[in-house]
């Protein structure tokens, strides 16, 4: 049965230029390197500059991945980003994106999944390309989590940082099959009763402020190990394939330990997983198309791979996807 796939045919990321070392919190708060990195696998992060905006990453991901795919905003025909940090509370920050890569044509909205976000932007990519209501969708993920950190608390503010990234999907024609490029399967999850695990304590409607990151992290952590497990499993059960066919896991990267234990549930070896968690820290939405973006540059990731992407952040809301690259 031929039916349309999602296949990336580009990406690309930004981080912004400010580099914040793990010593650089030894300054102003009671922890030290070695407790995050032995607790994180974090090193650095980026932070953005001020006035630097989540739109302003989005563009540059945005316009790398355009070049990386020989194309230009005017073969877009929409933007799918997903932020839990936009530039402003409207309009979406991908129509802000939008204007900027000169797209004029189109639609282009944001979705909110937190750090599941891009798993869930994939998604609703893959559903415009299989109905053939979209040709070419831009799937972007920005974050400025720095904008959101309470800095006297050491149990979340030494664990996140800012970026983008971003995929170029482009329909082409598929069997049906497990050997066909492009996305084979997403599986998308969400459990309300876990909203007080991980959640900004301010918003539009309620306090009329943005809040700041509030977080149960030895909860979070319990739920995102199995989470993710059972979600990547069932992403390669739809996809009618199994551990041993992942050439690579492109995990969100909150934390290395949950990287580790979730891979060793799976069966996949760290070998096959790409880790950019130490210089980057968890960047949200941004961080699985930041690793994917590195682990191409870097020749982790080549044509023809199978990969599985999972995420899990806020709400709580997790997920996976299988592609083939
Ligand atoms: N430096 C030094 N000590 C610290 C720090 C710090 N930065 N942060 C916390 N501590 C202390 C705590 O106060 C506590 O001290 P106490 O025993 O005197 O009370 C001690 O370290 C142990 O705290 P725990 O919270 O038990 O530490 P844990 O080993 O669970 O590590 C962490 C904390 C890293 C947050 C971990 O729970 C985690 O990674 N959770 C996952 C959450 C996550 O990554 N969330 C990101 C968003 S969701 C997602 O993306 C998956």
């Not at 905003?73 to 309009?91: E, M, N, S």
């Not at 939405?285 to 973006?293: D, E, G, V, Y």
């Amino acid at each position: 049965m031929t039916l349309n796939r999602a296949v990336a045919v580009g990406c690309g990321h930004y981080l912004p230029e400010r580099v914040v070392e793990n010593a650089e919190f030894e300054k102003s708060l009671e922890t030290s390197d070695e407790w995050i990195r032995t607790r994180t696998g974090i090193e650095r992060r980026h932070f953005a500059a001020d006035g630097e905006k989540t739109s302003d990453l989005a563009t540059k991901a945005a316009l790398a991945a355009l070049e990386d795919a020989g194309l230009t905003g005017h073969d877009i025909d929409a933007i799918v980003l997903a932020t839990a940090t936009p530039d402003q509370t409207f309009p979406s920050t991908a129509t802000r994106v939008q204007h900027a890569i000169g797209m004029e044509k189109g639609f282009a909205f944001d979705v909110a999944a937190v750090c599941a976000g891009f798993i869930y932007a994939l998604g609703m990519a893959n559903s415009l390309i299989a109905s053939g209501q979209a040709h070419r969708v831009l799937v972007i993920g920005a974050e400025t989590f720095s904008r959101i950190m309470d800095w006297s608390d050491r149990s979340t503010c030494v664990l996140f940082g800012d970026g983008a990234g971003a995929l170029v999907l482009e329909s082409r024609p598929g069997n049906g099959d497990k050997n066909d490029r492009g996305i084979l399967s997403t599986d998308l999850n969400s459990d309300g009763r876990y909203n007080d695990l991980l959640y900004v304590d301010g918003g539009v409607s309620s306090t009329q402020s943005a809040g700041v990151l509030r977080m149960q992290g030895q909860e979070v952590f319990k739920h995102a190990v199995v989470k993710l497990a059972e979600s990547g499993e069932t992403a390669m059960a739809k996809a009618g394939i199994t551990a041993d066919e992942i050439d690579w896991i492109v995990p969100h990267q909150a934390n290395l330990r949950i990287i580790t234990r979730t891979a060793h549930k799976m069966g996949v070896p760290m070998t096959r997983v790409v880790v950019t968690v130490q210089d980057h820290g968890n960047t949200s939405a941004a961080s699985i198309p930041l690793a994917l973006s590195v682990a191409r540059a870097r020749g982790q990731i080549k044509d023809g791979d199978m990969l599985l992407m999972e995420a899990i952040g806020g709400g709580l809301a997790w997920g996976a996807a299988t592609m083939r690259w």
